[in-house]
């Protein structure tokens, strides 16, 4: 089984992107599964079974879903073993902006759209600059300017990735994309000893552990000031 | 230059052996914070664990992605790319699996082909072709060449050099900027030289196209349609680095078509444009014909169909003028 993790901004056209992707595959013949990770609600998980592909959701509630991510991915891949998958596809919508559920050796796709502003390249972090393939949705409502502006940006975060631009709703560009996930001779059998590319934040303090008075005769653990 | 030779560097001696460089500091917050006179290898000692993870940062991984974005940049910035000159499309299978029936069709840079057929039927396909210089390996099975030769899989992949830019109906600005500060920031994401003067042309190129002008002032959401389409194709022609345009219909309103046409055409751009308009498909030099997925015909314009174009400019241009004396709040009558 092939394995690729798919994040990006949330509301940057990762499903779009995958279910057009997902069905030049299965006009090939490729069997795919999906999981989408999120932190409140989803209705991805309908999106995919309407497109004929199995699908397993996780949310992730009070905790960072990246976090929620790595403590899941491998019970997820062995699902995906199990029911003999071709191609298994995780989605999570990445929401802190710091962390990034890639791991290493295993593909890894950012997607981000042209309406997030400029400088968003900038801010998303290694979910953008640690990714192999940075895919550029909604190119077909900026002008042309806005768009190599926009993947200038890009590439100065990510000077490594391929990077393509693609039209969630029409599906150009998916094709292509769909040709550079899946490949035959891949196979992963566990993800027992892989690694993360990046580490993920170490905060921890009260309020993650569920306080909610104000003052800071609550506040423990890991607590950074604000410099005023 | 080696990655270890570049952590010998500090990120000031850098900038001024690549100047490009500004870019990539500019993408990584941390860098902006540091003492931009010492090596890179004292500076990346210096960060301690916590301040690696404030800025969600790798050594190995900024050092390497430098190492990249250098060599990238100086294979861009130095040789000077050998230019499109033509663009060929050979023949495979249109939807139900029939072979295309031509020989080969060209595109050649200075002449504009247009495209015609119901929707759905293949021009995003072909158009895709085109953008991934498909090798028999989409599903039409088409080949495309380059200056008459199988090209490099650069196009497909680098965020800076794509084959195809676009324009729409569907497109609008969304950057809230004004027209100087937003083609100054397009000047510089492409490094144009002279961006002072490439500017003042595009001004002065898309106020010509539009009817009503606009100042280096005016923020670009507040242009008009016309002007917006204007500002677009004065761009994509002088600014873009993509040597094909394709436009996919151009409204009969607020612009100038015809001399739009002459912008891209002028700047050596290859033209392609989908359109049902008879008057902008009777511009191109060629037509080619789209069914079922496959290209069903190409056409070279007939002496017939361009002294039947100037009836029709014509005719346009009377539409035109009676529509302007409507507003302007005249009895028609016939002249
Ligand atoms: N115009 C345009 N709209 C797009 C494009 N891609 C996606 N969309 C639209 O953007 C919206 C969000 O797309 P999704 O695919 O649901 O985005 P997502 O990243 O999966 O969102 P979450 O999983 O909720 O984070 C939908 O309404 C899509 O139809 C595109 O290329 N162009
Ligand atoms: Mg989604
Ligand atoms: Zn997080
Ligand atoms: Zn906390």
Redesign the pocket.
Known sequence: MNLVTIS?P????????ILKAAESLMKRGVKIGAVKF?CLH?D?DLAYEKAGIPVKKGLSGSLCPDHYFVSNIEAVTDWGIKENFDLLIS?S?GLCNRCSPYIKEIKAVC?IDNLSGINTPKKIGPMLRMADIIVI?????VSQAEREVFAAGVYAVNPSAIIMH????TGQGAFEFSTLLYDENTQIDTLKGKKLRFSMPSALCSYCLGETRIGESYQMGNVRKINL | MSQQELLQYSPQQLLKIYPFLESFFAGQNWILKQNHQQKLIELLDQLDEEQQEDHAFDKADFIEQLHDFISQMEAFVGQKEKSVETLTVLPGNDKSGNPENFEQLIFKTKTITSIVGPTGSGKSRLLADIEWVAQADTPTLRKVLINNEKPDNSWRFSGNKKLVAQLSQNMNFVMDLSVQEFLELHAKSRMAANADVLIKRIIDAANELAGEKFLPETPITSLSGGQSRALMIADTALLSQSPVVLIDEIENAGIDRKKALKILTGEDKIVLMATHDPILALMADQRIVIKNGGIHKIIQTTEGEKAMLKQLEMADQKLQNLRARLRGGEVLAEA
């Open positions: 990006g949330p509301s940057s056209g990762k499903t779009a992107v999120d989803t991805d989605e919508a997607v949705t909604k190119g077909d409502i693609i039209n969630g709703l």
